[in-house]
């Protein structure tokens, strides 16, 4: 307590580079070994003390697991953060996965308030949040800090877009600090070799073949927007298109680029116009072995051109999404010690992949794992989600209400440490969808939008909310949409088989049975479109089909009853399904 003789306390201003930093998973690192823990903190702390007085900065205060830095200079920050997380990962080497300590890093440009020999202020609480939102071993720094260290830095940096931090009152556009083609910052692998990121690609310039002057605008607006759009993914790291730039018009040997860029993928194209008709070819290329793992061409008439780049890009990307995942996860097969990043990516392969009630539960097991080395891992914790919330939906046995319930309290977990993750959102979308309360299920579909415009099944979902409002007439609109921009979806067998249950609906049971036989043929395993089918062909009088499609259908899930059907629909429909219900009775369902 202040007294009459005690001087008062100068509170002032001044800019600065501050820097917050914690360790990753501390709390369950100490559950493991709080004696060990403790003491390899320690260490660790003493060597990156060192460096931080390095780089001329000040230790403002410690907080457990925690600390709390200011520099007079941003690029002396960042600096000091690369250091300090390239020296743990030295560090980190031979330890087990789940036995890593992982520092996460938030550097922010702001003004401060200086109260003693503490600094208080926006300028901190924004550092802190982006601290939060980092990922173990990386660093997040906001665009203030960006745009003084942009170009006087060896050092690739990804735009993380908008980021609605707690407690502050705008967005802060955020950028993750990665490896770099001229820089030295390079985090290590398990058995300490320069280590690529996993998830991560480079949009080469497409290739304007012909040369026509006119259409060079065309072309490089497809690299932009791909580039920009593929960096909406959560995990992926893309070169940025500056970078990415500079082998315009140059021949490349694709594995060279990968070692300069540091990245595991490369997407090359070229774009053709001949008369009236536009072709644009792409190919994803392993950058490792030079191996060519997927192509796509793009042959239509010319038209507008704008609306004809953004079908392109949207496909492109929906279709890399899952390629590239799906690449990735066939190489870690094999790992040992698997980081927690290493299981989500195998988990999430097998989610867009296959939803048979046994590849769900190993993809769930994969995010369980993941969460145990890094309970913080956004991507894990919406995997488990959505694998309670397909299993919940999908899978007849199951309670669906208690898998639905689980799903949105991890959900919202995630979204508390990532509040901007647009497929958390997206699944949040589909568990209010399934529980009854579909406006808040549209809501949050939109939301995803407009954080990734090519989240294709966010539409789909919009059509099967409005469906379960009574407008099954819209449902068709929004899943064509979806099928638009990514027309070989993974998911595409649902998006049918939901339009198919909307003309169930309408008594519209032609166009039914059509939407229900693409569902079947898009994904045979599934078991709902042969249920809807089979409803479909009693009402349109082919009982031997209709009962040909039950048995299909019990035999892809030998749960199904009319009973479980009748509580599953029960959560999100009313009593006009009894005819459908008994259409299946007519084809042979058991009541038990």
């Known amino acids: 307590m202040a007294t009459e003789q005690d001087p008062p306390v100068r509170v002032g201003r001044r800019l600065a580079a501050i820097v917050a930093a914690d360790v990753a998973g501390y709390s369950r690192l100490m559950g493991l070994d709080e004696v060990g823990t403790a003491r390899t903190l320690r260490e660790h702390r003493a060597v990156t003390d060192a460096l931080v007085e390095k780089h001329g900065g000040r230790l403002v205060k410690s907080t457990g697991d925690g600390v709390l830095l200011e520099f007079p200079s941003v690029v002396d920050a960042v600096e000091c953060a690369v250091a300090v997380q390239a020296m743990m990962a030295q560090r980190n080497e031979g330890v087990p996965a789940d036995r890593r300590m992982l520092f996460r ?11 003693g020999d503490d600094i208080l202020g926006d300028g901190v609480n924004i550092a802190a949040r982006l601290e939060g939102i980092s990922e173990p071993g ?36 955020a950028f993750s600090v990665v490896a770099s083609a001229v820089g030295t910052h390079r985090q290590v692998d398990r058995h300490g070799r320069p280590s690529t990121p996993p998830l991560s690609v480079v949009v080469l310039p497409f290739a304007n073949i012909g040369g026509d002057s006119e259409q060079e605008y065309f072309v490089d607006g497809i690299t932009e927007s791909l580039t920009t759009d593929l960096s909406l993914i959560t995990g992926f790291f893309v070169i940025a298109r500056n970078t990415a730039s500079t082998f315009k018009g140059r021949s490349v040997d694709v594995t060279q680029v990968g070692r300069e860029l540091n990245v595991k993928y490369v997407l090359e194209g070229s774009v053709q116009r001949g008369g009236t008709r536009l072709r644009l070819n792409a190919q994803l290329i392993d950058a490792e072995t030079g191996k060519h793992l997927w192509a796509e061409r793009f042959d239509k008439p010319v038209a507008d051109l704008l609306d004809m ?20 996860a066939q190489k870690l097969k094999n790992v ?15 989610v867009n992949n296959n939803t048979t009630p046994d590849a769900m539960l190993k993809a769930g097991d994969y995010f369980e794992r993941a969460l145990a080395i890094d309970p913080d891992n956004v991507e894990a914790l919406v995997g488990k989600a959505t694998v309670h919330t397909i299993i919940g939906a999908a899978i007849m046995g199951i309670d669906g209400a208690a898998s639905f319930a689980k799903a949105e309290v991890v959900l919202n977990e995630a979204l508390s440490k990532n509040p901007q993750h647009p497929i958390a959102h997206l699944n949040l979308g589909g568990v209010y969808m399934l529980t009854g309360r579909e406006k808040q299920g549209i809501a949050e579909c939109e939301h995803a939008l407009a954080l990734d415009r090519n989240l294709a099944t966010a539409h789909a979902f919009i059509g099967q909310a409005k469906r379960y409002l009574g407008r099954e007439e819209e449902t068709e609109a929004h899943v064509n949409e979806a099928l638009r921009i990514s027309p070989r979806d993974n998911f595409a067998f649902w998006w049918m088989n939901w339009v198919g ?12 049975a059509t939407w229900f036989r693409r569902a079947i043929e898009s994904n045979r395993n599934y078991s709902w479109p042969h249920l809807g089918l089979a409803g479909a062909l009693v009402q349109l009088g082919d009982m031997e089909a209709a009962r040909h499609a039950v048995q299909q259908a019990r035999a892809l899930d030998p749960n199904i009853t009319l009973r479980r059907l009748r509580a599953k629909m029960d959560m999100v429909s009313d009593d006009k399904w009894e005819p459908f219900l008994n259409s299946l009775l007519q084809a042979g369902m058991p009541e038990e």
């Not at 890093?105 to 109260?115: A, K, P, S, T």
């Not at 203030?144 to 908008?162: H, P, T």
């Not at 909307?502 to 166009?511: G, I, P, T, V």
Request: net charge negative; aromatic share 6%; proline share 2%.
């Open 138 to 173: 990386g660093i997040c720094i906001s665009s203030s800090a960006y745009e003084q260290v942009r170009g006087k830095v060896a050092l690739e940096f990804a735009d993380m877009g908008e980021q609605t931090l707690k407690n502050i009152s705008r967005p802060v556009r």
């Open 336 to 350: 040992q010690n698997p980081t927690s990043t290493e299981l989500h990516i195998q988990g999430w392969a097998l």
């Open 105 to 115: 890093i938030g550097i922010n440009l702001g003004d401060i308030l200086i109260e």
């Open 309 to 328: 780049q953004d079908e392109i890009v949207s496909r492109l990307a929906n279709s890399l999404r899952a390629k590239i995942v799906a690449a990735e």
């Open 501 to 512: 249950f909307a003309k169930l609906r309408l008594n519209e049971f032609a166009d039914a």
